[in-house]
């Protein structure tokens, strides 16, 4: 279902229908971007839940101008946001610890190659990790991400490119040190 | 140069290293859905508690406010109409206590001070500073 028809079902006072067909398009994208943020499945999925409920209680302000998608995308990555802000408060980069407990973690059957990626997207400060993982594994538009982020596809370059240089050499050091 | 970059494309051509229980998709609708009702049962206990009180608080807080706004501008009123009644009886009794029956008595008992006798010369320099010489003219007619 499209997001026209989803929204037109929505208008017509079907809002049960409207809102499962929602979650339907959208729970998978939406999950793997908030998985890559918080690593944790059972963070993520508070996370995607969280992302829902609020999408349901503001579905009737949804004006229309931008993309349902891009309006997901942009609750979503503030739920994550949101998370790891909070997980830094209650005491130190928890991401990284996540990130450090990937190898015995019964959802992740990455190899030494992926856990590197993963330990070095979570040294990133969390915008910048938004802006690189959104580019890198969903392969969005600058300009996409520009709307999702509300901010500018200039920024958004020079942000992903400090990012994958970042990521680039600390992958480089975890692997050197291992082999 | 590109061969730095391998590393991040290399991991790109993995795939995705994440994965998730059996099913999770499949029941993840019902459980969104669950817990949007759950929260939407709980919200109606809190909701119209205020949206019901707010009018009434609203209209309390006008009264109040006008009745206050009355209540000043009567007190006001009130204190400048007693001030004034107050100074008017004050006048009074002081005029009373000013006036008595003893001091009416010794006013009339007490004996005129004698007039002092105006002698002719004053008499005229006093009608010639005050009259004109047609008013003295016809005078001295009148007395001839």
């Known amino acids: 279902m499209t997001d026209s028809e989803i929204l037109q079902l929505y208008r017509r006072g079907e809002r049960d229908k409207a809102f499962r067909a929602l979650v339907a398009s959208y729970r998978e994208r939406l999950y793997w971007h908030i998985r890559r943020m918080v690593l944790d499945h059972d963070d993520t999925d508070d996370c995607l839940q969280n992302t829902f409920v609020k999408a349901w209680q503001s579905l009737d302000r949804f004006r229309g101008d931008a993309q349902l998608f891009t309006w997901l995308y942009r609750i979503a990555t503030n739920e994550s946001l949101t998370f790891l802000s909070r997980q830094q408060t209650r005491g130190g ?3 990284l610890e996540a990130a450090g407990r990937l190898s015995t973690d019964p959802w992740f059957d990455g190899d030494q190659l992926q856990l590197a990626l993963h330990r070095s997207i979570a040294k990133l400060p969390p915008k910048q990790k938004a802006v690189f993982n959104l580019r890198y594994f969903d392969e969005m538009p600058y300009e996409k ?20 240089e970042k990521v680039k050499t600390w992958m480089k050091e975890e692997m050197d040190a291992k082999y | 140069m590109n061969e730095e970059k391998d590393i991040l494309e290399l991991a790109r051509q993995e795939g995705n290293a994440f994965r998730t229980p059996e099913g999770y998709f499949d029941s993840l609708e019902d459980r969104v859905m669950a817990r949007i009702a759950a929260e939407t049962a709980q919200t109606p206990s809190r909701r119209p508690v205020w949206s019901v009180l707010k009018p009434a608080l609203t209209l309390a807080a006008m009264f109040a406010l006008i009745f206050g706004m009355g209540y000043g501008v009567l007190s006001l009123t009130h204190t400048l109409g007693r001030d004034a009644n107050v100074a008017a009886t004050e006048y009074a009794s002081a005029e009373e206590e000013m006036i008595t029956p003893a001091s009416l008595i010794n006013y009339y008992q007490t004996e005129p001070a004698e007039e002092p006798e105006i002698d002719e010369e004053t008499l005229i320099n ?5 009259l004109s010489f047609a008013d003295l003219a016809e005078i001295y007619a009148q007395a001839n």
């Open chain 1, 145 to 164: 991400i520009a709307q999702v982020l509300e901010t500018s596809e200039g920024s958004l370059k020079a942000s992903y490119h400090h990012a994958y």
């Open chain 2, 126 to 130: 006093y009608l010639a500073s005050e």
């Open chain 1, 93 to 95: 980069h928890l991401e």
